[in-house]
């Protein structure tokens, strides 16, 4: 079986082609980086537009990389949402015309569950039941994973999400669009000993997170290096970076450690853009490493948005395969009301 996924609900369009017995074996990918950081965030009527631009090339790409023709495709998956209504429209409209040309299945992927199975990509891949860290610009949630489609939310951020945080210090920092990045990438010249911020909820009985008080701090800690010393430094702005960083991974890797035993497992998978954050990778491998539990991470090709865990999420939701026709979207949509594959 031959699963194609295509991805839309934000600012990339993926395309990938996943197999049931070769695996992953051709993937696509343009990003709207470059389009949005001109507005220093996604508008998402470019965004639309520019996913009807690129769908079509990239399918095509996606074929002569694979060295497929539409004929060979089993089944169409695309995202369904959550994300943005016009650019979920781009993706399911393509993909639901394409697949009544063909008089091939559709499948609705959702794209945290995408996220969530995406580590199963890689060479090193967990067994269930396991605990996820889903950690992105727009989410940031602990979970329980028992199998596909069987999710518990054991913690969630009250208010912004890790990477949303990340890109709106960067902006207060002057940073250019997308912030987040950069800031890791200042972070790792910045002196770990010479500013400390609050880590919101450390000590909290539950399992749920906050950062937008993390941006409030650093604010209030920039005025006042620029009343200390008249400006901002580069050297101060990297100090700035590797605090606040420092902060949101203390809290996720304490909230991590303390799912765990909560859950009582010994396997923590992590996914989302987040997760290619290299102090929080390293943070979750010195606690790995010292209470003796497992970690996995999607390639890091794949802890963006793409086309790869749409494919292989609607690989693993074959049986809801159904026919193409009427479609709908869901801009929100919560992953505890998926069914188990």
Not at 51 to 60: K, Q
Not at 255 to 272: H, N, Q
Request: glycine fraction near 10%.
């Amino acid at each position: 079986m031959l699963v194609l996924g295509i991805e839309s609900s934000c600012d990339e369009t993926g395309v990938a082609l996943y197999d049931l017995e070769a695996g992953l074996i051709a993937q696509q990918l343009h990003t709207q980086m470059a389009m949005h950081a001109e507005y220093g965030g996604v508008v998402p009527e470019l965004a639309s537009r520019d996913h009807i631009r690129r769908v079509v090339p990239l399918t095509e790409a996606c074929l002569k990389e694979a060295g497929k023709t539409l004929a060979d495709i089993d089944a169409v998956a695309y995202t369904q949402g959550p994300g943005l209504g016009g650019a979920l429209l781009v993706g399911a409209s393509f993909a639901n015309a394409l697949a009544y040309s063909l008089k091939k299945p559709v499948i609705e992927v959702h794209h945290l569950e995408g996220h969530l199975l995406s580590p199963l990509l890689a060479e090193s891949r967990p067994e269930f039941p396991f605990l996820a860290l889903l950690v992105s610009g727009g989410h940031t949630q602990i979970m329980a994973v028992r199998g596909i489609g069987d999710y518990e939310i054991l913690g969630e951020t009250l208010d912004d999400a890790a990477g949303e945080a990340f890109d709106k210090t960067a902006k207060l920092l002057g940073l250019d669009y997308p912030g987040g990045p950069r800031l890791s990438q200042l972070a790792e010249s910045g002196d770990p000993d010479r500013f400390t911020l609050p880590r919101p909820m450390l000590h909290s009985d539950n399992l749920d997170m906050s950062f937008s008080g993390l941006k409030t701090a650093v604010l209030t800690l920039t005025r006042q290096v620029e009343a200390s010393e008249g400006e901002i430094s580069e050297q101060a702005r990297m100090d700035i970076c590797r605090a606040f960083q420092d902060a949101i991974v203390d809290v996720l890797v304490h909230k991590c450690l303390k799912a765990m035993k909560k859950a009582g497992m010994k396997r923590i998978v992590v996914a989302g853009g987040v997760g290619a954050n290299k102090q929080l990778r390293a943070g979750l491998n010195a606690a790995a490493t010292k209470y003796r539990f497992a970690v996995f991470y999607p390639p890091m090709a794949l802890c963006t948005d793409n086309g790869a865990m749409i494919a292989f999420a609607g690989a693993m939701r074959l049986k809801f395969a159904h026919d193409a026709g009427g479609f709908s979207v869901k801009p929100r949509w919560d992953l505890a009301t998926l069914p188990k594959a």
